[in-house]
């Protein structure tokens, strides 16, 4: 009878939530803490946060327009071209349940059933100490009517070669910092600027200053860390110079920041895979014709690159500036196209580098291909220039580039079956432990409980638990759920725990997939 009481009560607990209008609490929050809260925190790159239902009613109609528009989160790349790893993207139900969320009234629902709120680390996700970790000297932002791209060139103080297996950057203050390039350069001309700079760093937009310097990472707001597969590394030169190039957005001026980069090197130089960022598609020496933007006028070029050997793929990163509305990328073997990237929308201010979900093998003698669209016209809201003026190639603001940086590797056979992201590569749910995908079992509520317990969990699919409170001897002191159905995203049930004695309890659930704990205390 109590086990029969128990899943009634578990039953009700589950369609809480489900009525036609959705609620903040279980319906809306987690969409927020998965897609939209790692940059709208107090203290993130976003204007304002979204971390609790006060903050998201107040941003309601703006929220609402963004969603249904695909304007947030951003993720420019168009998904029906090609996919990538760790897209930032939201489904049609997730908007449909934000849309109606707002049109409904935003009711809050029952907050005591929301997903705990996600905390954000100042320090880095990375697991492990880094091997190296360089900091750009206090800086503090000049940026008033106008963006700055400051740069800084700071030893590594490296004694022999290493291997870059991850790689972290960290905003010193990430209400300021929109992006940020690092660069390795042997050569000393970063350096040079710096040093001739009154600085700290160097004011230069699009790159460093530098064609000897080598990217070895970005970042940008909303993107993991990068890490490369096993046995993969980027080689970082001995006595090289680490190079930021940090962009702050205007508006920023007074305002101080100390971004950082954490390097994680292989043990070995032995045996591992070296991976290359070169611009293979660049305006410098493949383009159809040079690039020269007449005043009033749009232009559409083409850069074209065989490929001398077999390489592996890893991702790319298309670059122009603020001129730019559309590039796409892909390459032909013997008339068979392989699409790689295409950005319908261009936006600057959203560009970084992205992974494919699975390595691609490009064939010895296959060409590389690149197609962008200029709009140097006043129908572009972002050119610089008022009234318009011609604008050819060059790092400078008002200058323009059509880059296509490639991280590759040579090729050896079985590359194209190693999968980064099997979520997208497969079609199967992630077990990655980020808010919110694969599997979790969250903190449950409240803790301390004494009459009632609030256990939720999230899945990337539906799936089958079954869910035990273990005592301190590790014997089940209550089963709550024996091979329960867990539906797709957010749950939660409730369960009464008045009749169990007080004490340190484990909460156990066990789906097909996974074993997950959490600690609850249990009072009267």
């Known amino acids: 009878m109590k086990k029969a009481l128990l899943t009634l009560v578990c039953c009700g607990a589950a369609l809480y939530g489900r009525a036609t209008t959705p609620v ?28 609790s239902y006060t903050q998201s009613v107040a941003q309601a109609t703006g929220m609402q327009h963004d969603v249904t528009n695909g304007v947030m989160p951003p993720w420019p790349p168009d998904r029906n071209y090609s996919r990538f790893a760790h897209e930032r993207v939201l ?169 950082e980069v954490h390097f994680f090197f292989a043990p070995t130089t032995t045996g591992i895979r070296n991976i290359y960022i070169q611009p293979i598609l660049n305006h410098e020496s493949n383009i159809n014709t040079p690039l020269n933007i007449a005043a009033n006028t749009t232009q559409t070029y083409h850069e074209q690159q065989a490929v001398p050997f077999d390489i592996t793929l890893l991702g790319l990163a298309p670059h122009m500036h603020l001129l730019g509305k559309n590039i796409n990328s892909y390459s032909v073997f013997s008339g068979d196209t392989t699409k790689l990237i295409s950005i319908p929308k261009w936006d600057f201010h959203w560009q970084g580098f992205y992974a494919f979900p699975r390595l691609i093998h490009i064939p010895g003698f296959a060409t590389l291909h690149a197609d962008a669209f ?36 040579l090729y050896q056979a079985g590359d194209e079956n190693i999968i980064v992201d099997s979520a997208v590569a497969l079609n199967t749910p992630s077990l990655s432990n980020t808010y919110y995908h694969g599997q979790q079992l969250l903190a449950p509520y409240p803790n301390p409980a ?64 996974r074993i997950m704990t959490q600690k609850v205390t249990i009072t009267h």
């Open 91 to 259: 489904s049609a139900a997730e908007v449909s349940t934000i849309v109606d969320w707002v049109n409904g009234g935003t009711p809050s629902g029952d907050l005591s059933l929301a997903p705990p709120a996600p905390t954000y680390a100042t320090g880095g996700t990375l697991p492990g100490t880094p091997d190296l970790v360089i900091r750009i000297p206090t800086y503090t932002s000049t940026a008033t009517t106008g963006d700055v791209y400051q740069c800084f060139s700071i030893p590594s103080g490296l004694l022999a070669d290493k291997y870059i297996t991850a790689f972290e950057a960290i905003p010193g203050n990430p209400a300021i910092v929109h992006h940020v390039l690092v660069f390795s350069d042997t050569s000393g001309e970063c350096a040079a600027l710096d040093a001739a700079s009154p600085g700290p760093g160097y004011p230069n937009f699009g790159g460093v200053g530098s064609n000897n310097a080598n990217m070895v990472g970005a970042w940008v707001p909303g993107s993991p860390p990068m890490v490369y597969p096993t046995g993969f590394g980027l080689r970082l030169p001995h006595g090289s110079d680490i190079v930021f190039q940090v962009h702050y957005p205007a508006g920023t001026a007074g305002l101080q920041d100390s971004t």
């Open 374 to 409: 200029y709009d140097n016209t006043t129908a572009n809201p972002e050119n610089p220039n008022s009234p318009p003026q011609t604008v050819t190639a060059g790092e400078n603001t008002t200058d323009e580039m059509m880059l296509v940086y490639f991280i590759f590797t």
């Open 24 to 51: 903040w609490s279980t319906d809306v929050a987690p969409i927020l803490y998965n897609h939209c809260t790692s940059c709208h925190h107090d203290g993130g790159i976003a204007p304002f946060p979204l971390m």
């Open 450 to 513: 004494s009459d009632q317990l609030i256990v939720k969990c999230f899945f990337d699919a539906p799936d089958n638990a079954t869910l035990d409170l273990i005592d301190i001897n590790g014997r089940v002191a209550r089963q709550l759920m024996l091979g329960g159905a867990i539906n797709k995203g957010y749950n939660t049930f409730k369960y009464s725990v008045s009749d169990i004695p007080p004490g340190n309890y484990t909460l156990r659930m066990q789906s097909s997939q």
